[in-house]
C-alpha cells in the first residue's frame, strides 16, 4: 500500500491505495464516491469520467497513484446538498436522463466542454461528448440540453 | 495485482536509473491509455512501471529553424491545438484530432502511440509521412532513428520501454501535408484507413519530394515508396495525383477484416483517401 495525496471536490485526501489500483476503484471503493460508474473498464464508454486538473479523463484508465496531489471533480463535486448543478438542472429539464448510467460521466465531459468553449455550436457539443455512450437517450436531448446552457456560467 | 510499484518521476535521469534498477523488470509509462489495458488483460506483465508523464522537459511543440520538434509525452490534445502545427504540419494535427474521443486525447501521447506500434496508429501515419526521426536514450546513450526503424511488427517497437525512452520528434518544416482518414464512427474506432502525404514542392510546381503512409495495410505503418515515385520530380498536376493514388492501391497488402472492411474495399477507398489527400497537400501550405 502506498500513500495518496489528492483533492476530490474541494476536499482534501489522504489515502492509502494498492499500487495497481486505478483512480475509478479508488473513488468508489474508498472514498465510496460510487456516482462515478464503471462501465467497460477499457476507455471505450465514459461512464468513469471525472475531471482530473480541469480535463475530462476516463478514470478507469488513471492508476490512483497519478493523481498525486491532483485536483479531482466527480459528479458528487457539482449539486450544493439538494440545490443542483445548472447542467443537472438543464439534462432534468431536456429529458437527457433515462436509465441514467452515463448521466454522471456525461454531465462532467458537458462540464469539461462549456469551461473550455461556453458556447459550442451543435458540432462542438457532438465532438465533447464522443468519449461518452448512452444507450438510452439517441444523444438529442443531451445535445439540447447542453445548447440550452450555451452563455450560462456553469 | 497488475504491477506491485509505481513511480512518478520528474526527470529523465531518474527514470532511466530506476528502469536500469529494475533490470527488465520495469517499463515506462506515459498515459497508459494503451499499456494499463494491456496490463489488466495481462497481454504484458511488468514489476514495475515507471511514469513520465510529470516530466514538463518531454512536453513541448516548437519550431527551431527549419525544423519542428515534439517532445514525446507532448499529449493528443496538445497537438490538436497547436497553431504551429496545424500551420507547418497540419497532417499531424489533423491526425492528433482524430484520435480516440477527447478523454483519450487529454491523457494518450505521441509517444506513446509510436512505440505501441499499432499499424494504423494515427499520429504513426502523419510523423511517417512527414519524415520524422525520433531521438531515444538510455543509461547508455542517445540514438536518433528514421521512424520507419521503430516499426517492427503489429504492436511490435524496436523501442525497449524496460531501459529506453523516446524522448522527441524531429521532422522538416517544410512540407505541405494532409491526412484523411475512414472509420466506421468519428470517435473510438481504429480507422478502416488513413493516409497522410506530404510534398515539397519548388516554384516550377515540381515535386522534390514526396511522402505517402498509408495504415492499416501491412504489419507495420506502411510507406508507399512506388506511389511516391510517380510523383518524385515532376511537375504536380491532377493527373499524377490520380496516378499516383492509383499506384497505391497496388502496392498495398490490405487484410479481409470482418471488422473493417474486406480487403478489396479497401484498396478503394486507399485510392479514394489518398486522392482526396493529395489534393489536399497541395491546396494548402
Ligand atoms: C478508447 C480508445 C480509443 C483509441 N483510439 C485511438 C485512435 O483513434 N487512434 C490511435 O492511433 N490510437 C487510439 N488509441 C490508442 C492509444 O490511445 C494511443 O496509442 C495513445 O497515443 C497511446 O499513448 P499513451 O501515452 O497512452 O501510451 P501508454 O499506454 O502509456 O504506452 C504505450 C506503449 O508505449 C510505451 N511508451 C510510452 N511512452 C514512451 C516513451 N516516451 N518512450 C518509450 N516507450 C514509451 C509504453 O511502455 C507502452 O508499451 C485508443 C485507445 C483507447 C483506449
Ligand atoms: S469504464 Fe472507463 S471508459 Fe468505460
Ligand atoms: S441514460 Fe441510459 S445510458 Fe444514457
Known amino acids: 500500500m502506498e500513500k495518496l495525496e489528492l483533492t476530490v471536490n ?4 489522504q489515502v492509502q491505495v494498492e499500487p495497481d489500483e ?3 476503484d479508488m473513488l468508489r471503493e474508498q472514498l465510496k464516491l460510487t456516482g462515478t460508474k464503471s462501465g467497460c473498464n477499457k476507455g471505450e464508454c465514459g461512464a468513469c469520467t471525472v475531471i482530473m486538473n480541469g480535463m475530462a479523463v476516463n478514470s478507469c484508465l488513471v492508476p490512483a497513484l497519478q493523481a498525486r496531489h491532483a485536483e479531482i471533480l466527480t459528479i458528487e463535486g457539482l449539486s ?5 448543478h445548472p447542467i443537472q438542472e438543464a439534462f432534468l429539464a431536456s ?3 433515462q436509465c441514467g448510467y452515463c448521466t454522471p460521466g456525461m454531465i462532467l465531459s458537458v462540464k469539461a466542454l462549456l469551461d473550455n468553449n461556453p458556447k459550442p455550436t451543435v458540432a462542438e457539443i457532438q465532438e465533447g461528448i464522443s468519449g461518452n455512450l448512452c444507450r438510452c437517450t439517441g444523444y438529442e436531448q443531451i445535445v ?3 445548447q440550452s446552457l450555451a452563455g450560462k456560467k456553469v | 495485482m497488475h504491477w506491485e510499484a509505481y513511480h512518478c518521476v520528474e526527470s529523465i535521469e531518474e527514470a532511466l536509473q530506476l528502469l536500469d534498477e529494475y533490470a527488465g523488470a520495469s517499463r515506462v509509462i506515459a498515459g497508459g491509455t494503451d499499456l494499463v489495458i494491456q496490463l489488466k488483460n495481462h497481454q504484458r506483465r511488468v514489476k514495475a512501471l515507471v511514469s513520465l508523464s510529470s516530466i514538463k522537459a518531454l512536453r513541448y511543440i516548437e519550431q527551431d529553424g527549419e525544423t519542428i520538434r515534439i517532445g514525446a509525452l507532448s499529449t493528443h490534445n496538445e497537438l490538436a491545438k497547436s497553431d504551429l502545427l496545424m ?3 497540419k497532417a499531424l494535427s489533423l491526425a492528433a484530432r482524430a484520435v480516440g474521443s477527447p478523454q483519450i486525447r487529454n491523457i494518450g501521447t505521441v509517444g506513446g502511440n509510436i512505440v505501441n506500434a499499432q499499424p494504423a496508429a494515427d499520429t504513426a501515419i502523419a510523423l511517417l509521412a512527414l519524415g520524422a526521426k525520433a531521438k531515444i536514450v538510455s543509461s547508455t546513450g542517445e540514438r536518433v532513428e528514421v521512424l520507419e526503424n521503430l516499426f517492427k511488427g503489429i504492436g511490435e ?4 520501454p524496460a531501459k529506453e525512452i523516446v524522448t522527441e520528434f524531429i521532422f522538416p518544416a517544410f512540407f505541405r501535408s494532409a491526412f484523411q482518414r475512414l472509420a466506421l464512427r468519428k470517435a473510438f474506432t481504429l480507422p478502416i484507413i488513413n493516409v497522410a502525404v506530404a510534398l515539397l514542392i519548388d516554384q516550377k510546381n515540381i515535386c522534390r519530394e514526396a511522402r505517402i503512409a498509408i495504415g492499416p495495410v501491412s504489419t507495420v505503418p506502411f510507406r508507399a515508396k512506388k506511389a511516391e515515385a510517380i510523383l518524385n520530380n515532376e511537375i504536380i498536376s491532377e493527373k499524377k495525383l ?5 499506384e497505391a492501391m497496388r502496392e498495398i497488402n490490405p487484410r479481409d477484416s470482418l471488422l473493417r472492411g474486406s480487403a478489396m474495399y479497401r484498396r478503394a477507398m486507399v485510392k479514394v483517401l489518398l486522392e482526396r489527400a493529395l489534393r489536399d497537400a497541395v491546396v494548402v501550405k
Not at chain 1, 10 to 13: A, E, L, N, P, V
Open chain 1, 22 to 24: 486505478t483512480l475509478l
Open chain 1, 144 to 146: 439540447q440540453a447542453v
Open chain 2, 242 to 246: 490520380v496516378l499516383a493514388a492509383a
Open chain 1, 95 to 97: 429529458g437527457a436522463v
Open chain 1, 80 to 84: 450544493k446538498g439538494e440545490e443542483l
Open chain 2, 157 to 160: 517497437s524496436s523501442v525497449n
Open chain 2, 87 to 89: 500551420e507547418k504540419a
Open chain 1, 10 to 13: 474541494g476536499y482534501h485526501y
